[in-house]
């Protein structure tokens, strides 16, 4: 039972080990060169403020939001893709459906100005 589970554990151990490996030679032989800009924080795309507890624009969490809908959507195209021989001419026009209703959401999103940033 648990020689199933070696090829696994073998492959998460080669890849933390070169992970580190990986990470130690590029500390010890890579570049340094620190700057104040490279160390700066960077948040959101503008500068940070002194109060934490100032209001924030909602366009960031918008365009977050878009991104993850569409993102997430598209994604199921790869494993219908995979299995379209299987699941045959339902399955092409249900994901022709999907799609339409994709489409859909993507032009009255553009059409209402969620994708405008000014």
Avoid: H, Q
Wanted: charged share 20%.
């Amino acid at each position: 039972m648990l020689s199933n589970y070696l090829p696994i554990l073998l492959f998460i151990a080669v890849g933390l080990g070169l992970g580190v490996l990986l990470l130690t030679l590029g500390n010890f032989f890579g570049p340094n060169k620190p700057e104040e800009a490279k160390l700066s924080p960077y948040e959101c795309g503008f500068e940070a403020f002194e109060d934490s507890r100032m209001k924030f624009d909602v366009r960031y969490y918008l365009v977050a939001i878009l991104f993850i809908i569409f993102d997430l959507e598209i994604a199921f195209l790869f494993p219908w893709a995979i299995v379209l021989d299987e699941i045959g001419v339902f399955g092409f026009w249900a994901m022709m459906l999907f799609l339409t209703i994709l489409v859909v959401g993507f032009i009255y999103e553009w059409k209402k100005g969620a994708l405008e940033w000014e």
